[in-house]
């Protein structure tokens, strides 16, 4: 194992960990309200293809970003109006967004497929810090979209826990009741938390089709959405724990191909002979294992999972 | 879902009421016979899918025939049978062309069920003894020959490649392109990464990416998208495309591909059809038939060994020479093959080891 | 009509009653005083303006909080996040918005840690952070629905205090409640509904006695629950012995519980909610796994037997949550009470709906339930109709052993002593009575022995005929145990 290919293995778990962890980031808000968004894999797939076209028409990738989120956000729009506003089933809605919007993205993107995008993200490296050794390479010679992810996570964190529309997204979260009885809307804030989500997941999906794919084929989300799903259970609702999660997720996606190309033995174990098949659903297997941790927790303290999750809330029925 | 509902099936009708419907006549002439395409993916996926619809319009511009396709099939029977019923009973289709592995066990009991229509699959192995045949190609051929010219271009004598799954066909392609890389670099590696899908640009892309990190500096795959060529050229390295001419995507690194070609196969089975001749079998053409080939040379392939590469496909045209002929050793340096000995169809259709100079696990 | 022309006039300074039966409207009415009902007629009044309230908020900007029996906390979030919930500034400063909880708190003896989480604290605690939250919008009005039907004695003492502070900074308080002692110990003044309608308003309480209310109340003077006969309690019809259960949450519940009741006994059980009562209840009825110990009915063993079987040996069980495990709220009022005899309402397959009618209506007429249609949804009764409903299908088994839990909890007077006498009348007849019940009164008057229950165990044995109020109050606190 060379240093180069240490490197590039920690620079793709950088990468990796950014797509899931943009998308993830905005499920986790969405589910801190009380809303479950199983459309993420549509969203980033509208988002994918919708800011790819976008940058060839305007030849700036950060356009086409803006445009993916405002795509996603639209895309949301249709899952917070069925099951936010109109109180209907959370998980047929958002299959329904998954389903519709696989789709319509394969039909917007047809003329795309074998277009080149010049005008797609590159690395900027962030001088003097990405001379360091080892460092600089896998930290601070990325493509923006990193940076971005970092300072939105930030930004999502704060939020959460240091401004009023936090405290009140959170408590929207665990009991729609309560929060509509000191005077906050429930619907308002769920919609306001879908259609962020909604951003998040389509500027996700534009880092596929932007940066990491460069360019656009219809089926390119490839179950990364749900992967994001997942990562939320794993990452217990929490920014900082998500970041970590999805560190190590990308860590295992970035692991699959190179792991056959490592010549090195752990263990008496020949690592190239691991099957990158397996390494392939470890992300989903470690989110069983942490779904079941969670579950001997609980006898002890509350489940992590907003306790609302799932429960339309209309205000007659309390 | 119900097929009938979907888009598909709507757009589909509303291309064929601009055709208008030309019916099957009983006389010779091909032009009135009417062939179905039902593909696996989009035609615009620049690998496999656009291929076949290369052939489907070569074969209408050489015989005339209506041809008829749609695309994103899923491979399951209640579709497959969906898209095909409605060709043969509404349009009258005389022939239908499954270009997926899956539609193999449908297109059987469709061809039980509708005696008069022909059925073609490609990359199967059923058939029956009436209307129910099967077609392919020797891509190792053209993979032979790409591995030649990979061998001249490598600098590190370490080669990579991005190899969708395990299964005969695809270790097939890898010791095929290796045998040429070795026969132009005996020393040379090629080091197998498997990324457990046909067509996923990211994990295509990074898996060359991260045989590029280890050393490779030709990178060559059996996947459907051009994603692991971009990531060569990002890298100053160079690449063998597959499926199609793929070199608008990366020209700089575009080393050749081995190609499909089904025109010419697609064209003679509508001819066959119809004056009545057609009858089913095993097809599986080589470089003679033109099912395969390979795509120009990069300009700076060496001249040296852009001529030893036409000698040897010359070979393989002649039927003098074929790929999988001894001695072949395979990686742990054992015999497989024998000095002089050629390997039957039937090995060959069964491969599940490496040849010597591969690196990877047959079995992953 | 839940609140026909009832108006309620609170002084600033004064702790208020809101005194009623249930179904009198005061429910109603609290809740259109809170925003949550628009009143069809009539207006709300605050510091002489006249307001409309729309919604919650609507009342919250009028000064008026709400105390709920339900509690309206998230359970995840902190004290102080709970209170600050609503009327946060934009940007959270906790450790300062930590502070001021602590001195709002202290100024109110209403002791609370601000960054505790919700979910850790006991009942108490989470009243005082209600009450902070209504402080923290600086609300003129406190209104609480009952506040010490979850508290222990102490507890309850310990309010009263909390409020008295707070009338004595000019803050009004409404103070609802059955507990005619406890309003009379706490409250100036009182409103009294019957009927949806006003019968007596702003009335100071000093010098009323206890009697003159419960007559306001039910408008015909309210007995004391007599206590039955004395007589001699027969063979050991239940008996646990070292039985012990886990709660929902799968800690210990009942800690080896030793426990028998006679045949013509009633066996009462005391304690402050959550210390195993309920617990107990369902590991007789079969609910509720063991994880040591043994249950017997007459003298059986009964360890893995089901609910069913468990009826069919002669059980008659009255669980605690009448319309989630003792009724269906959603099937009419036939259909729940032929749901323990449908065996005996077959014709072949079928179900002879007419003798399921007959049967009701025998049911409804001895027990005195009151019923609109007999094929009404069950939900459309009211609680002490339930009650009865529930009461007397579970008798109708003719059962050797009863298990009543809370039977007469949130039931207005009448309904009350129409329950009371059922379960007399059963022990007189010989049936063995488990009496589980938060109402110190009833189980001193109707037990013949008591127990009281602190943390899962039997914290002490007590004769009924002499015990006092206190010393049971003592040991349900967990003291001297």
Known sequence: MTETAVIGLLVATVQFATLIYLAALGELIVERSGVLNLGVEGMMAMGAVSGFIMALATDSPWIGFAFAALVGMAVAGIHAVVSVVMGAGQVVSGLAVTIGGLGLAAFIGQDAVRERADAVFTDMSIAPLADIAWIGPILFDQPPVVYLAVVLGGAVWFVLNRTRLGLALRAVGESASTTDSVGHSVTLLRSGAVLVGGAFAGAAGSFLSLYMAAGWTEGLIAGRGWIAVALVIFGAWRPGRLAAGSLLFGFTLALQPRVQTFDLEILGLQVNTISPALLGILPFLLTVVVLIAISFRARHRPNPAPAALTIPYRREER | MRFKNSTRLIAAAAVLALLGAACGGDDDDPGDVTAAFVLVGPVGDAGW?????????YAEDETGATTLFVESVPENAEDFKAVAIDYIENEDADVIFGTSFGYMDPMLELAEEYPDVVFEHASGYKMNDSNFGNYFGRMYQPRYLSGMAAGAMTETGRLGYVAAFPIPEVIRGINAFTLGVREVNPTAEVHVVWTSTWFDPAVEGDSAKALLESGADVIAMHQDSTAAGVEAQNAGARWVAYNSDMR?????????????????????TIEAVADDSYTPGSYWGGMADGIVDLAP???????????RINEVSEQIREGEWDVFTGEIRGQDGAVRVAEGATMTDGDMLGMDWFVEGVVGDPGA | MACDGASLSVRAGTIHALLGENGAGKTSLVNVLGGVYLPDAGEIRVHGAQRQFHSPADAIAAGIGMVHQEFRLVPTLTVAENIALGSAPRYLNMARINERVSRLASAYSLDADPTRPVWQLSVGERQRVEILKALWRDADVLVLDEPTAVLTPTEADDLAL???AMADRGRSVVYISHKLDEVLSVCDEATVLRGGVTVAQQLSLTGVERSDLAQMMVGEAAAETPRPPEQDSGEVVLALESVSALSDRGLPALRSVDLDVRSGEIVGVAGVSGNGQRELAEVVAGLRPLTSGTVRLLGDDVAGSSPKARSRSGLGYVPEDRLGVGLAPRMSVVDNSVMRSYPAMRRGVMLDLRRCE?????????????VGRMHDHASALSGGNLQRLLLGRELSGEPRILVAAQPTRGLDVAGISAIQEQIVAQRNAGVGVLLVSEDLDELLALSDRLVVMYEGRIAA??????ATRAEVGAKMAGSGA
């Open chain 3, 358 to 370: 007959d049967f009701c209506k025998q049911l409804v007429d001895r027990f005195g339930v009151r």
């Open chain 2, 248 to 268: 608008e995507f990366a020209p700089d690194a575009f080393i050749t591909a081995p190609v499909w070609n089904w025109g010419p196969r697609y064209a003679a």
């Open chain 3, 461 to 466: 044995r007590l004769d009924p005929r002499t």
């Open chain 2, 297 to 307: 040379l990069a300009d700076d392939v060496p001249s040296g060994i852009a001529d």
């Open chain 2, 49 to 57: 899918n656009w291929a076949h619809d290369q052939g489907r319009q």
């Open chain 3, 162 to 164: 909390a409020l008295r």
